[in-house]
């Protein structure tokens, strides 16, 4: 046997090895890839470091002050802001999509903070949530006539509102730059929705999770199904990467 063969066959056998211990492992941990791969940053000048972006993120939304409920301690709501703000503003996307307009806060933010995209936004009818084709964690069902409210009063232009349950709605927007998936909270719609917007992604494309913060899954059930889902994702290997968690907010942050 020669030595490139015997080479050839030892990292093989290691490959093999490496599989078995990462199988071994994720049985007994359920957040196995996420302990792996998620890293905490201090605040969204850190992120702003990690992919060399500059511009500071636009937080025109005076509610993220407001504290109504226990999860809104350590400033999680500014967090969040900032999270998805600075992602937009330094982005610069062309096409961006949210899953869960709800209010349409956060559909306004993308929108300020990219005014030259176009926002599409998917809320589910309220009729299908329920009824109970929504999924369970849902945060709440809105007459059709509220959804969006916030950026329609703001007269905010560059956003395109789409009615659709995300079970069996796929989209066909073009390609997107951005991603911001807050609809149903429930494990197999994280799946579903990460899954079929990735197929429209290409290198360089940013995908964000809501109601995603690894420290809290024994906290709130949802944020436990968020992880679950996104877990299972590296699982079935269509995420790789590193997802940033800027502390304190509930946003995973995932470049493709």
């Known amino acids: 046997m020669t030595y490139k063969k015997i080479f050839q066959r ?4 290691s490959k093999k090895i490496n599989n078995l211990k990462n199988n071994s492992y ?19 000048k850190e992120l702003q470091k990690v992919f060399g972006w500059e511009d500071d993120p636009v937080l025109d939304r005076p509610d993220i002050y407001d504290f109504d409920y226990i999860e809104d301690v350590n400033e999680r709501r500014i967090r969040d ?12 996307p062309k096409i961006a999509l949210e899953i869960g307009t709800a209010g349409g806060q956060g559909t306004a933010l993308m929108a300020i903070n990219a005014p030259e995209c176009i926002v599409h936004t998917v809320n589910i009818p309220p009729e299908e949530i329920v009824s109970g084709k929504g999924g369970k964690h849902t945060t709440i069902a809105l007459e059709i006539d509220k959804i969006g409210n916030y950026y329609k009063e703001k007269g905010i232009k560059n956003i395109n509102q789409i009615f659709a349950n995300t079970a069996t709605w ?4 073009g390609r997107i730059d951005v991603a911001f998936v807050d609809g149903c909270h429930d494990k197999q719609f994280v ?24 420290s ?10 968020v992880c679950l889902g996104v877990e299972s994702l590296y699982r079935r290997n269509l995420l790789t990467g590193k997802i940033f968690h800027i502390k304190d907010s509930w ?3 995932y470049k493709v």
């Open 170 to 173: 796929t989209p066909d927007i």
């Open 81 to 92: 802001a900032e999270s998805l703000a600075v992602v937009m503003r330094n982005v610069k």
């Open 216 to 225: 809290l899954v024994d906290k709130f059930n949802w944020i436990e199904d």
């Open 191 to 214: 799946v579903n929705d990460t899954k079929k917007i990735l197929r429209s992604m290409f290198q360089g494309s940013f995908i964000l999770w809501h109601d995603f913060n690894p």
């Open 26 to 44: 994720s049985i007994f941990d359920k957040y196995y890839f996420l302990h792996k791969n998620v890293i905490e940053l201090n605040n969204y």
């Open 10 to 13: 030892s990292v093989t056998v």
């Open 251 to 253: 946003i995973g942050i």
